[in-house]
Structure formats: structure tokens, C-alpha cells
């Protein structure tokens, strides 16, 4: 019985050969770790309603190389539109506007994905080491296009 629970345990602790996992990173946290390692931080903004935002999880986000560039070179932070918690970044709070209707928007989305005074999901948003803008997009982005787009930012 003891041996089959150790097997068990073992195979359920190794991942599947190929398989990679994005390393996800807090606001609260970009802080402490820009003082280790500074890095830039890519923000994906997204909503639960978004179909393309959901095409983006299931493909660019899924793809070995963007999972493998993202884990080495930049702290990733996934960022829901309609989130309700209050989030203390960069020495700031944003909190959850409700627009009624149990709908609304987060205060950091519209700061961080507003891009030609709008807000279109999904938005990928990235940030320097000194949390600033330094590249924002309001579209699908195939895996192809993102690894080139991650390449330019490591410049």
C-alpha cells in the first residue's frame, strides 16, 4: 500500500517532458523583485468575456519558447479587466469600478491598456524597470509575432 502511494506521489510531481509553465508575478511583488534583478515586466490585460484574450491564453501563452523567453528575461503579470481586489502598485492604489449590472473595470487595466484613449482587450503592456510604459498593444498576437516583439525588448 505504502509503495503504491509513493508511486503515485512521483508521478503526479513530474511534469511531461516538454512541458513549461509561465512564471506569474503579483504588483505587490515587482518591487522587491526589481531590487534582485531588474528586469522589464509584461502586463497581459484580459476579461473573462474576451474571445481573443482567450485565444491568446491557448496559444501565445501556451508556446514553449514564449513561456521559456518570458520565464528568463521578463516578470510576467496576468492581469484580469474585471478584477474586484484593490492592488497597491508603484506606490498607488486602483481598486475595482463597478458600472452596474455586476460589471465594471479595474482602475490598473484602464491605467495600464488604455491605448489611443481606449480600452480594447486584449492589451499586452509592458513595463521598465522603473514601471513605465515603454510598449503597449490592443490586439491578438500570434506566438510568431510576440517572440519578435520580445526580442526588440530585450534590447
Known amino acids: 500500500m505504502r509503495k503504491k502511494f509513493l508511486i503515485l506521489m ?3 510531481s513530474v511534469n511531461p517532458s516538454g512541458f513549461a509553465q509561465l512564471n506569474l508575478v503579483s504588483f505587490e511583488q515587482i518591487d ?13 490585460i484580459h476579461t473573462d468575456w474576451c474571445q ?6 491557448n496559444t501565445t501563452f ?7 523567453e518570458l520565464n528568463d528575461n521578463f516578470y510576467f503579470i496576468d492581469l484580469n479587466g474585471g478584477e ?3 492592488i497597491t502598485f508603484n506606490e498607488a492604489t486602483f481598486k ?3 458600472t ?5 473595470i479595474h482602475e490598473l487595466a484602464l491605467q495600464l491598456g488604455t491605448v489611443n484613449k481606449q480600452l480594447n482587450y486584449p492589451v499586452l503592456c509592458v513595463l521598465n524597470s ?3 510604459i515603454i510598449f503597449q498593444d490592443n490586439n491578438y498576437i500570434k506566438p510568431k509575432e510576440f517572440k519578435i516583439i520580445l526580442e526588440k525588448l530585450k534590447e
Open 62 to 68: 501556451k508556446n514553449e519558447n514564449i513561456i521559456k
Open 84 to 86: 474586484e481586489r484593490t
Open 130 to 132: 522603473d514601471n513605465e
Open 96 to 98: 475595482f469600478k463597478s
Open 10 to 12: 512521483l508521478l503526479f
Open 52 to 57: 481573443f484574450c482567450h485565444a491568446m491564453k
Open 32 to 44: 522587491s523583485l526589481q531590487n534582485i534583478e531588474k528586469r522589464k515586466v509584461v502586463i497581459f
Open 100 to 104: 452596474g449590472n455586476n460589471s465594471g
